[in-house]
């Protein structure tokens, strides 16, 4: 992404991809992020969940994992989405 140096640019990767597997875990046993409810946290990480794939794998070489290699947080976002 913006990170100067390539030693940014990995801790940024570490940081984002830790995040996500933190998000995988806390969804994998509740349907929305602080419950059985959409709140607003909910509606506030949907717009950055859901262009992950498309934006930041590709433009930012986010590139570890897809969201959609995440089923916790796939099934989310499609629970949201629907």
């Known amino acids: 992404g913006y990170a100067v140096t390539r030693e940014g ?13 933190a998000v995988e875990k806390l969804l994998a046993d509740r349907k929305f992020l602080a419950g059985d409810t959409v709140t607003e946290v909910d509606v506030l990480a949907f717009p950055t969940l859901v262009r992950f794939d498309c934006c930041y794998y590709t433009a930012f070489r986010c590139n570890r994992r897809r969201i959609r290699d995440y089923p916790n947080i796939s099934r989310y976002l ?5």
């Open 9 to 21: 640019h990995e801790r940024a990767l570490r940081e984002t991809f830790s995040a996500l597997e």
């Open 78 to 82: 499609v629970e949201l989405y629907g």
